[in-house]
């Protein structure tokens, strides 16, 4: 396992995939690198691209938003995405780009040793959940690995564009901040 500052190195200078050809930056993670409960998406946007940041376009704020409900932000969680570099145009990240990723990820897993992971979306479900992960009839709902509680909700994005998603979300964001104190979490 990397350390925090080898992680990084490694990932600021990766060219496992094409994607490194069409960044403009690596979009590595944010927050405190303790936190107990932390939030996978699957890949950078063109904001996040530019920045150098994860979720920090209009899913961004969306995403701070529904943390606030519950009481947290990127104060108290950690969040990264599958894929450190920006799909073109927005697309999902293939599986060869998921697996020359999946390695950094998994370290930074590792280092953050979160009691909650929390996937923003589909393609992160599928990726850290179950590959035949539905989530639309799926999310919500939680599972355990090795110690860590793990569950899904609708990725911002989809709730941007489909916002009859919300009311169904915001359960789960209720049933998220049950698992927060139900393991005892620091927030």
């Not at 938003?65 to 990240?93: S, T």
């Not at 950094?104 to 996937?119: D, E, G, M, S």
Request: proline share 7%.
């Amino acid at each position: 396992m990397l350390t925090w500052e080898e992680l990084e190195g490694e990932c600021l200078r990766c060219t496992h995939c094409g994607l490194c050809r069409t960044r403009h930056n690596v979009v590595f993670g944010v927050g405190p690198r303790d936190a107990d409960v932390m939030f996978v998406g699957e890949g950078p946007g063109e904001q996040e691209d530019l920045r150098g940041e994860p979720f920090v376009g209009p899913a961004g704020k969306l995403l701070d938003d529904m943390l606030c409900i519950i009481d947290l932000g990127r104060h108290n969680c950690y969040i990264a995405n599958i894929v450190k570099c920006r799909p073109p145009r927005n697309r999902d990240p293939q599986e060869p780009e998921q697996e020359a990723c999946i390695g950094y990820l998994r370290n930074q897993v590792a280092l953050v040793k979160p009691k909650i992971i929390v996937c923003l979306g589909r393609i992160a479900a599928m990726k850290l959940i179950q590959p035949d992960y539905r989530i639309t009839r799926d999310h919500g709902t939680w599972t355990e690995r090795n110690g860590v509680s793990l569950t899904a909700i609708y990725h911002p994005s989809a709730l941007l564009r489909d916002p009859s998603k919300r009311p169904e979300t915001f359960e789960d964001l209720l049933s998220l901040r049950e698992r927060i104190r139900k393991v005892n979490a620091k927030v």
